[in-house]
């Protein structure tokens, strides 16, 4: 099946197609857990794959914060691809992804990687651990599934940047942000954000 993105002004790049196509493949599944493991395949060949280049915008980093660009979007599955472009140190703070199922994979660079656990909630206020961290070097992937959806990313260099492909189930409008609680050690306040994309 030949996808379509549903916004023009959306970035085309070499490979593009070869990308959807994979992807568009891995979606058809039925369950939650086999078609994120076909598109953690699909995004770990297409990371390997000399024929699909990520257009220049997404190697440019922005000062202040990491980069969202979006790259395509299905109109037929609803599936959005976001690069993300971390300047050295740039990261996320603790954050969900709104109940959306998510693969990420590292296409330069290296990122840090922190999980962590809901262990209790009280209204606006929860309390998290963290989970032992990994590192991801070009060519790692990993998925978040929900209820487990809860990290934080970070640029593992103080000096390179890093570029890194996210496929979300659909366009991520908005998430939760944790925020520590002073004096409170684990425990969050929750705040809802906006997600943007960037130029």
Known sequence: MISDAT????PD?????????????????TDTATVVA???????AAIADPLIVLPDCVHAPIT??????ELYRSAHYGYSIIAMTWGPGQGTPL????????????????LRFTPHR?????GDRCRLEPLPARAGERGSTGNLIPPDEYHVLRNAS?????????????????CTVFVPEAGREGWYRRESRLMQTDA
């Open 7 to 10: 916004d023009a002004r959306l």
């Open 158 to 174: 103080d000096e390179e940047t890093a570029i890194s492909v996210h496929v979300y189930q659909r366009p991520l409008a908005h």
């Open 38 to 44: 076909g598109v953690e395949r699909a995004l770990l």
């Open 64 to 69: 202040g914060h990491y980069a969202r660009r």
């Open 118 to 122: 809901l262990l209790e909630s009280r």
């Open 95 to 110: 954050h969900d992804h709104d109940g959306l199922w998510c693969v990420e994979g590292v296409w330069q660079g290296a």
């Open 13 to 29: 790049f070499a490979g593009r197609q070869r990308l959807v196509d994979a992807l568009d493949a891995a979606i058809g599944a």
